[in-house]
């Protein structure tokens, strides 16, 4: 099942992240449809070919939106996803995170490693300024990973999103260039 890339944006010790492609659909489905324990009610990636091929393709083809696999280098499985959305250049420089671990990578550590890779190839190839996650309250495991990779807490916004058939509460956690190269950061 897994897609073995030839080719990673950024490595570390056991994953890299790149971008989507069109030929991940039938893993990504397939990890997505043995995930929703794992992901409801937070978030629910496409878990059907029509549903990936329209999600990749915002993904791919719209340039305010960059995708990112997590894939165990070990073997190319995909283990998560991370996504920058809402992309402003100028003098703003900035994206919104969104992400998800697949359960068979969850709780191992490989989702901290993939959003450290895509925190510093948004800071350095992308030349993003500033990275912003939006996390409901109850998400613990979200609010951990955020924590884990430097991320701070700036506020709380009630009703900020629609999901799951309602506006939900959330907190924002954001990082930026400068809190990744300050002296004693992990």
Known sequence: ????????????????????????GAEFTARARESKDLHHPWLFPPTTAQAYTAYAGRLIEDPSKAGFLVCEKSDGAIGGFININNIVEGGFQSGALGYGAFAHAAGRGLMREGLDLVVRYAFGPMRLHRLEINVQPGNAASIALARACGFRLEGFSPKMLFVDGAWRDHQRWAITTEMITRPGRP
């Not at 890339?5 to 950024?10: E, R």
């Open 1 to 24: 099942m897994p897609h073995h890339a030839s080719h990673h944006l950024a490595e570390g010790p056991r994953v890299g992240i790149r971008h989507f492609t069109y030929e991940d």
